[in-house]
Nanobody, 114 residues
């Protein structure tokens, strides 16, 4: 059974840092790109970052230079290091695996507020 389980969310002050982690089970990790999406209250889900199987990272413009995506294939885990956080980064962050499949985690809340 495929599962993506996120952790690491929480409340942080503007300018602070958080590291999200997503553990993938079910034998899918090594054959999929891994990514992070987020959904702020009242808004549509948006793509944040992806790392492909060759560990090449891709970022949405608003997080470039602040967020870093990485993966540890031995641990079936993808990370999102978030620095210089802003209130507009507040959202539920979701882990994603795919294509060609389309697997999602349950989400973890990130709140950036003073």
């Amino acid at each position: 059974q495929v599962q993506l389980v996120e952790s690491g969310g929480g409340l942080v002050q503007p300018g602070g840092s958080l590291r999200l982690a997503c553990v993938a089970s079910g034998g899918i990790f090594s054959i999929h790109n891994m990514g992070w999406f987020r959904r702020a209250a009242g808004k549509s889900r948006e793509w944040v970052a992806t790392i492909d199987r060759q560990r090449r990272p891709y970022y949405e413009d608003s997080v470039k230079g602040r967020f870093t995506i990485s993966r540890d294939n031995a641990k079936n885990t993808v990370y999102l290091q978030m620095n210089s956080l802003k209130p507009e980064d507040t959202a539920v962050y979701y882990c994603h695996a795919g294509p060609p499949d389309n697997y999602w985690g349950q989400g973890t809340q990130v709140t950036v507020s003073s």
